[in-house]
């Protein structure tokens, strides 16, 4: 990356499809600042093909004149990874170059590399700024929406990169651990068995007694986690920790080792290779 080039006479180009300017940095300390930067990334990151880079540079003022950015001001490269792995899924390829010296200027910089996993989505949704639903991209210096055929021409191409997919199963998930009498925990395993990263993945649980009456509980487990191709997570629960009363009294549903006092099972949603939700369940019986 040539800057001294690209910023000759000490004034930016003009924005268009691969380089956004900013005068000073997104405001990090709140979810308006990080969703702006998560869609600018996004956008710029669908937009480039095989063997272009992006760029987010920091310390160009509206005029393009190089202002520079202090020091002080900018954030670590570690702050900007995660928010894009909170913010999006695939998380796209980005370096972020602190205190680049251009015209005798402190910049800082933001390459966005293709990746052959694109598109890439947001993961939340912030109202009037991001929006799951939404696949973003460039049309010179504007960030816009795909439409829906556009959408569908880079699904095309990633399937012709990486493959036909081997069926719908995305996601596998199973109890590979049972409590005995309700004593112990509860293990689920979460896989991908797939060969390119599976993200967005969240993972709830719901217990439901069977005894005195019925009552269901929810609790949520895991949230916008990304699965490496092969890659799994296992998590547990402890049916035990649960309180269950019958009227005033607490219903020791543990000890009731005669009948199968719970009802589980645990929900898990993630986005697949197309983009659409998809999800997938398992369920069984503990006391």
């Known amino acids: 990356m040539d800057l001294e080039s690209l910023f000759s006479g000490g004034s930016a180009p003009a924005e268009g499809r691969l380089l ?8 990090f300390g709140n979810a308006v600042g990080k969703a702006n930067f998560a869609k600018d990334v996004l956008a710029i990151a669908n ?5 272009e880079t992006g760029l987010i540079v920091v310390g160009v003022d509206d005029s393009r004149a190089l202002v520079g950015v202090d020091e002080s001001e900018s954030p670590k490269p570690e702050q900007v990874s995660q928010i894009l792995s909170n913010y999006t899924n695939p998380c796209p ?7 680049v010296v251009a015209c005798d200027r402190r910049l800082d910089v933001v390459e966005i590399a293709w990746s052959c996993y694109h ?14 639903s939404h696949v ?8 816009v929406v795909l439409t829906p055929s556009e959408f569908e021409s880079l699904i095309r191409a990633k399937g012709a990169r990486l493959g036909a997919s081997t069926g719908d199963e995305f996601i596998r998930v199973g109890f590979v651990e049972m409590p005995h009498d309700g004593r112990g925990e509860l293990s689920v395993r979460i896989e991908n068995p797939t060969d390119e990263p599976v ?22 487990s895991l949230q916008n986690l990304e699965l490496g191709p092969g890659e799994s997570r296992e998590f547990s629960f402890r049916p035990a920790s649960l309180l269950v009363f019958d009227g005033m009294d607490r219903f020791e549903w543990e000890s009731k080792v005669w009948s199968n006092w719970l009802n589980v ?16 369940s398992c369920e069984t019986r503990v006391g």
């Open 20 to 27: 956004e300017c900013k005068r000073e940095w997104y405001d």
């Open 47 to 51: 937009s480039l093909s095989e063997g």
């Open 93 to 99: 390829s980005v370096e972020t170059k602190l205190g």
């Open 119 to 132: 598109p890439h989505y947001s993961v939340r949704d912030l109202a009037g700024v991001l929006s799951k």
């Open 136 to 143: 973003y991209s460039r049309r010179g210096p504007m960030n």
């Open 199 to 220: 993200g967005s993945i969240s993972a709830t649980i719901d217990v439901a007694t069977v005894h005195p009456k019925r009552q269901t509980f929810r609790a949520r």
């Open 265 to 280: 099972s645990v929900h898990v949603h993630y986005r697949g290779r197309s983009g659409v939700l998809g999800r997938a």
